[in-house]
């Protein structure tokens, strides 16, 4: 799936997209992997409440500042998103059952632009067990 962010920060909700993956798959039981292999993006699962949006890329700039002096930085201006994707992680897997993925019921899965805006690709993969 490709993806357009239009910010240098921003968690774009891909829960429907991959709903539709599913269904689409055919897959009634399994797993569904969500990655990218961009190393300034990343894949989490949340809450998508605008507060806590805002909160997470607050924790980031907290603990990962942009405008610190970061050693990549001398290759490529970027450093802080490559340092905020290493804890986000690049990917989740959700349990696929009834043809649906599981998530709780306030659960939704983001896409993470940390380097952006740029144009973005995810990887959906289902595997029926």
Same mark, same amino acid.
């Given at each position: 799936?490709?993806?357009?962010?239009?910010?240098q920060?921003?968690?774009?909700?891909?829960?429907?997209r991959?709903?539709?993956?599913?269904?689409?798959s055919?897959v009634?039981?399994?797993?569904?992997?969500i990655?990218?292999?961009?190393?300034?993006?990343?894949? &989490?699962? =949340?809450?998508?409440e605008?507060? !806590? /949006?805002?909160?997470?890329? +607050? %924790?980031? *700039?907290?603990?990962i500042? #942009?405008?610190?002096?970061?050693a990549?930085?001398? &290759?490529? =201006?970027?450093?802080?998103?490559? !340092? /905020?994707?290493?804890?986000l +992680? %690049?990917? *989740?897997t959700?349990?696929? #059952?009834?043809?649906?993925?599981?998530?709780?019921?306030?659960?939704?899965?983001?896409?993470?632009? !940390?380097?952006?805006?740029?144009?973005?690709t995810?990887?959906?993969?289902?595997? #029926?067990?």
């Open positions: 799936m490709d993806i357009k962010t239009t910010t920060t921003e968690l774009i909700d891909i829960t429907d991959v709903r539709a993956a599913v269904r689409e055919g009634k039981d399994g797993i569904c992997v990655s990218t292999r961009h190393s300034t993006g990343s894949i &989490i699962i =949340n809450e998508n605008r507060g !806590l /949006r805002n909160d997470i890329l +607050g %924790m980031l *700039e907290n603990l500042p #942009e405008n610190k002096s970061y990549h930085n001398q &290759i490529d =201006n970027n450093a802080h998103a490559h !340092l /905020r994707a290493v804890l +992680g %690049m990917s *989740e959700v349990p696929v #059952e009834d043809g649906h993925p599981v998530l709780g019921t306030w659960q939704s899965i983001f896409f993470v632009e !940390l380097d952006g805006p740029r144009k973005r995810v990887n959906i993969k289902i595997v #029926e067990s």
